[in-house]
């Protein structure tokens, strides 16, 4: 059974930075591509990142490109998300997830295993 358990969030000012972390069990975690998803209050779940089983392709979301590096450490099968020059629209709960099988998608439902979410306020 897959674990995935998210890490590092918390509340930072404008301009600061976090590092998120998120932890997976029950399955090569070196075989399957990740995503980083966010989902604010009263709105739908949404790509923020993603990489590649190696980590040599990473993708983003145009509204963290360049602020947001993720990356992974296979051995420690582990996923990160560094934000930097974060913003008051970056408030939001943060999700890893991985998929069952297949490609990189930016699409929440292509998705079959989820973190419980770690929460990331950043005030003006």
């Known amino acids: 059974q897959v674990q995935l358990v998210e890490s590092g969030g918390g509340l930072v000012q404008a301009g600061g930075s976090l590092r998120l972390s998120c932890a997976a069990s029950?399955?090569?975690?070196?075989?399957?591509?990740m995503g980083w998803f966010r989902q604010a209050p009263g709105k739908e779940r949404e790509f923020v990142a993603a990489?590649?089983?190696?980590?040599?392709?990473?993708y983003y979301a145009d509204s963290v490109k360049g602020r947001f590096t993720i990356s992974r450490d296979n051995a420690k099968n582990t996923v990160y998300l560094q934000m930097n020059s974060l913003k008051p629209e970056d408030t939001a709960v943060y999700y890893c997830?991985?998929?069952?099988?297949?490609?990189?998608?930016?699409?929440?439902?292509?998705?079959?295993?989820w973190g419980q979410g770690t929460q990331v306020t950043v005030s003006s």
């Open positions: 029950g399955r090569t975690f070196s075989n399957y591509n």
């Open positions: 990489i590649t089983w190696s980590g040599a392709n990473t």
């Open positions: 997830a991985q998929r069952k099988y297949g490609i990189i998608s930016y699409y929440a439902y292509d998705y079959t295993y």
